[in-house]
């Protein structure tokens, strides 16, 4: 699957601070069964420059991070603190508080506090997509989501449907099935680089995958929709991206269905011949929408089945392609997320094996 060349506008920003919940209501809470939250001690957020990757062990990865599990360890703090509040009032009948708002307001606070800490990761992508696959909850959602799948693929010996593409047959998913841990192994074994004439693309391309099972193409000519060269950092991205699509691909028509809601197709046309693109159905493959999700996991650091939240995706939608220089369609993508897909797309974010 080759990649084409991306837009190169964002989208426009939007206010980095949302407003708080109100509620309403004068019902009192007791001082006693109030807990202090020890106050975040911030710190300086390393600068990031798309150019450069931080190695395993270097200074700038431990400060990344320190920094992410002060502001988790925060954040989780005053979550637990509001349960307890918000279960103490329950059995007090106490139904709505003037503390209320002000509690969740900090919360909400905390939560971008840590999104940003987490947000820009500076290490290799490859290598963190190469550890979430591994992880046990991640590696269950494969095993769920393609088990599941099977139910809706043609039998193997179903004669009847033997002009069907083989993979809408039940043996496509039951090989991935049982080779999961061998494809881990060899998609992250090695990855191929050359000029994108080679394999009669264009390098605007950037990459290009044959599916599941395979490694990867990084083409070392690679180029920005501009001719510049994307930078080592960059081609990192590209080659996590292909790697994905060694590792998985998406053919029912439950899958198809559950990736393709996640966008608003309507809205992408619109912005791509604004861009004076030409309409096309890439972004209608399930495989590079889930690929550009896990662009984004990739962004924040997520090394297992971290939830990505409305939060997370606020954050991508303002910083993503400023922070990597590389949009890959990103902006077209972003533009795609809209309130009516919100939902669907968080969902699938954290449902799937992504």
């Known amino acids: ?111 971008i506090e ?56 039940k043996s496509h998913y039951t090989k991935q099935l049982e080779a999961y841990d061998e494809n881990v192994r060899k998609v992250f074994s090695s990855t191929e680089t050359d000029d994108a004439e080679t394999f009669r693309r264009s390098a605007h391309n950037l990459g290009r995958s044959v599916g599941v099972g395979s490694s990867g193409t990084v083409f070392s000519d690679a180029v920005h929709r501009d001719g510049t060269p994307l930078t080592t950092r960059q081609k990192a991205i590209i080659e996590a991206h292909e790697k994905g699509h060694g590792m998985r691909d998406f053919v029912t028509s439950r899958e198809y269905s559950d990736l393709i809601s996640t966008l608003d197709h309507e809205k992408m046309r619109a912005y791509r011949i604004a861009e004076n693109g030409r309409p096309n159905g890439y972004m209608q493959k399930p495989e590079e929408i889930a690929e550009r999700m896990s662009q984004l996991k990739n962004y924040f650091g997520f090394k297992g089945a971290e939830v990505f939240t409305k939060q997370h995706l606020e954050h991508a939608r303002r910083h993503y392609v400023a922070d990597t ?30």
């Open 114 to 169: 840590m999104v940003e800490a987490q947000a820009n990761y500076p290490g290799h992508p490859t290598l963190l997509l190469h550890e979430r696959l591994q992880h046990p909850d991640i590696r269950q959602r494969f095993i769920d989501i393609k088990t599941a799948a099977r139910e809706f693929m043609h039998d193997d010996r179903d004669e009847r449907n033997w002009l069907q593409k083989s993979n809408h047959f």
């Open 1 to 111: 699957m080759s990649h084409e060349s991306f837009p190169a506008e964002v989208p426009p920003q939007t206010d980095a601070t949302p407003s708080a919940k109100k509620i309403e209501g004068v019902a009192p809470v007791l001082e006693e069964i109030k807990e202090e939250i020890a106050p975040v001690e911030r710190q300086e957020k390393p600068e990031t420059t798309v150019d450069t990757i931080a190695e395993p062990g270097s200074e700038r990865l431990s400060t990344y991070w320190k920094n992410r599990e002060t502001t988790e360890s925060a954040y989780e703090a005053a979550r637990v603190h509001n349960t307890e509040l918000t279960e103490i009032r329950t059995r007090l009948g106490i139904t709505e508080s003037v503390d209320a708002p002000k509690e969740e307001a900090e919360l909400l606070r905390l939560e």
């Open 325 to 354: 220089g590389l949009d890959n369609m990103m902006s077209e993508f972003f533009t795609g997320i809209t309130p009516e897909t919100e939902e669907q797309f968080l969902k699938a974010m954290n449902t799937y094996p992504i």
